[in-house]
């Protein structure tokens, strides 16, 4: 695994010691000597990780970090302080500015690659859905990189698997003052109380009776439902190899004991708004690809999506040779409707179309709007003469009830005309039968409107 390491130290024999260090493992290294540089650096995006000293001249290292984590082009990077200071509360503030962890000098090679190369894996992860959700503030969904800069980490739900009673009432004594903590102190239960549960951080003590601390923590990272779960493991001093081997299978940050008080709620805090920052990034992934294939106005699948998914219906019908119907409807004298009362109740009486159409058919159905007063709905296996029970179950369900608009101030008469047409032969295709569909929906308009015309064919 390689990434851009980002080295911000003053001094120069510092700078170059950790060059060596990181080269030696073929990750590309770029050096800053001021935090004023390394701040322009990462706002170009040519960084991957921040290893950041703290005692700089003019900008120290807090302030760097507080910098980056406050705005939205950067606040996504890891930043590593690395430092002389070495007390809890030196700790605590490197972690309450933002920092993703906290090594003290002289850093000893292991540590420093693997706490790295845990970062950068999931630092990588993270960066394959911010790429997904990069259009999102082009078609006007909220953007996660703002949400995710004022994320306090407060409020969260805290799953603690530990089994020795002083020690978790202790660590969840603390807890509870910002957060909602379950302790379990069954290991072989956890996973099953993880999985049932969304909880936003997992906390497992590698001091466990009769039971592998890691083997739990490898196991959570294996199954799909607590697999995004943040996990920090709690460690006695001399477990530094256990806490390394637990980067390397994924745990997210690791606390030693006696734990402080301070540095525990900090770190529970980076951890839940790391966990909200990707939350939101996936919602914004799931959002962008339902803007895609639905109609903003009606929550309709739009035309696009339509004509993908009906030649795999077709397909699959002719196929199987089953039947498929589908129907083309349009609002009768629609332009008068905005001619008259507005563009307002145009779009008022076409979200209530949908809605009506939506519950006249099955789920299994695909309904959507074709373009303007136009929509169309695809019925596999659903015969001619189905089809027109269905179309003329729809027409009058329409008709029967007045729309309202206006903020229901007014209610208007609404009425369609519906073309039907079947598939007729295994050459069809959707293009053939929506053609068919519409040439009966014209002559349903020309006969009068406000009525159902099936296709002759």
């Given at each position: 695994?390689?990434?851009?390491?980002?080295v911000?130290?003053?001094?120069?024999?510092?700078?170059?010691?950790?060059?060596?260090?990181?080269?030696?493992?073929?990750?590309?290294?770029?050096?800053?000597?001021?935090?004023?540089e390394?701040l322009?650096?990462?706002?170009?995006?040519?960084?991957?990780?921040?290893?950041?000293?703290?005692?700089?001249?003019?900008?120290?290292?807090?302030?760097?970090?507080?910098r980056?984590?406050?705005?939205?082009?950067?606040?996504?990077?890891?930043?590593?302080?690395?430092?002389?200071?070495?007390?809890?509360?030196?700790?605590?503030?490197?972690?309450?500015?933002?920092?993703?962890?906290?090594?003290?000098?002289?850093?000893?090679?292991i540590?420093?690659?693997?706490?790295?190369?845990?970062?950068?894996?999931l630092?990588?992860?993270?960066?394959?859905?911010?790429?997904?959700?990069?259009?999102?503030?082009?078609?006007?969904i909220?953007?996660?990189?703002?949400a995710?800069?004022?994320?306090?980490?407060?409020?969260?739900?805290?799953?603690?698997?530990?089994?020795?009673?002083?020690?978790?009432?202790?660590?969840?004594?603390?807890?509870?003052?910002?957060?909602?903590?379950?302790?379990?102190?069954?290991?072989?239960?956890?996973?099953?109380?993880?999985?049932?549960?969304?909880?936003?951080?997992?906390?497992v003590?590698?001091?466990?009776?009769?039971?592998?601390?890691?083997?739990?923590?490898?196991?959570?990272?294996?199954?799909?439902?607590?697999?995004g779960?943040?996990i920090?493991?709690?460690?006695?001093?001399e477990?530094?190899?256990?806490?390394?081997r637990?980067?390397?299978?994924?745990?997210?940050?690791y606390?030693?004991?006696?734990?402080?008080?301070?540095?525990?709620l900090?770190?529970?805090?980076?951890?839940?708004?790391k966990?909200?920052?990707?939350?939101?990034?996936?919602?914004?992934?799931?959002?962008?690809?339902?803007a895609?294939?639905?109609?903003?106005?009606?929550?309709?699948?739009?035309?696009?999506?339509?004509?993908?998914h009906?030649?795999?219906?077709?397909?699959?019908?002719?196929?199987?040779?089953?039947?498929l119907?589908?129907?083309?409807?349009?609002?009768?004298?629609?332009?008068?409707?905005?001619?008259s009362?507005?563009?307002?109740?145009?779009?008022?009486?076409?979200?209530?179309?949908?809605?009506?159409v939506?519950?006249?058919?099955?789920?299994?159905?695909?309904?959507?709007r074709?373009?303007?007063?136009?929509?169309?709905?695809v019925?596999?296996?659903?015969?001619?003469?189905?089809?027109?029970?269905?179309?003329?179950?729809?027409?009058?369900?329409?008709?029967?009830?007045?729309?309202?608009?206006?903020?229901?101030?007014?209610?208007i008469?609404?009425?369609?005309?519906i073309?039907l047409?079947?598939?007729?032969?295994?050459?069809?295709?959707?293009?053939t039968?929506?053609?068919?569909?519409?040439?009966?929906?014209?002559?349903?308009?020309?006969?009068?409107?406000?009525?159902?015309?099936?296709?002759?064919?």
């Amino acid at each position: 695994m390689t990434a851009r390491i980002l080295v911000v130290d003053d001094i120069p024999a510092n700078v170059k010691l950790l060059e060596a260090r990181l080269t030696a493992e073929y990750f590309d290294v770029t050096t800053a000597m001021s935090g004023p540089e390394a701040l322009a650096i990462c706002e170009r995006a040519q960084c991957d990780i921040v290893l950041l000293d703290v005692m700089m001249p003019d900008m120290d290292g807090f302030e760097v970090c507080r910098r980056l984590k406050a705005n939205p082009v950067t606040h996504h990077i890891p930043v590593v302080m690395v430092t002389a200071l070495d007390q809890p509360s030196d700790r605590v503030q490197g972690l309450e500015a933002g920092a993703d962890d906290f090594l003290t000098k002289p850093v000893s090679d292991i540590a420093l690659l693997a706490r790295v190369r845990s970062l950068v894996r999931l630092k990588m992860a993270a960066d394959e859905l911010r790429m997904r959700a990069v259009t999102s503030r082009e078609i006007g969904i909220n953007d996660p990189e703002v949400a995710a800069v004022s994320e306090a980490g407060r409020g969260g739900r805290v799953l603690l698997v530990d089994d020795r009673k002083s020690s978790y009432e202790r660590i969840a004594g603390i807890l509870t003052a910002e957060h909602t903590v379950d302790v379990e102190t069954n290991p072989a239960e956890a996973l099953f109380h993880a999985a049932e549960t969304d909880y936003e951080v997992m906390i497992v003590s590698l001091g466990l009776e009769n039971y592998d601390g890691l083997r739990l923590c490898s196991q959570a990272r294996s199954l799909d439902r607590t697999r995004g779960v943040p996990i920090l493991i709690i460690a006695e001093a001399e477990d530094n190899a256990r806490l390394l081997r637990g980067l390397e299978i994924g745990v997210n940050d690791y606390l030693v004991r006696p734990v402080d008080k301070n540095e525990l709620l900090a770190r529970v805090r980076t951890q839940i708004r790391k966990k909200r920052y990707t939350a939101r990034l996936r919602d914004n992934v799931q959002q962008s690809m339902e803007a895609a294939i639905t109609d903003a106005l009606t929550g309709l699948y739009n035309r696009r999506y339509m004509e993908s998914h009906l030649g795999t219906l077709v397909e699959q019908a002719a196929g199987r040779g089953k039947p498929l119907s589908l129907l083309v409807l349009d609002i009768d004298y629609f332009k008068s409707i905005n001619d008259s009362y507005g563009h307002d109740a145009g779009d008022d009486v076409l979200r209530e179309f949908a809605m009506r159409v939506r519950k006249s058919i099955r789920g299994i159905d695909l309904a959507c709007r074709y373009g303007g007063e136009e929509f169309v709905v695809v019925m596999p296996e659903t015969d001619m003469a189905v089809g027109a029970l269905v179309a003329e179950r729809i027409r009058r369900r329409i008709a029967s009830e007045p729309f309202a608009i206006e903020g229901g101030a007014k209610a208007i008469d609404v009425t369609l005309s519906i073309g039907l047409a079947s598939l007729a032969s295994e050459n069809d295709t959707g293009a053939t039968i929506i053609k068919r569909a519409d040439q009966a929906l014209y002559r349903a308009k020309r006969d009068g409107r406000n009525r159902v015309v099936a296709d002759a064919a």
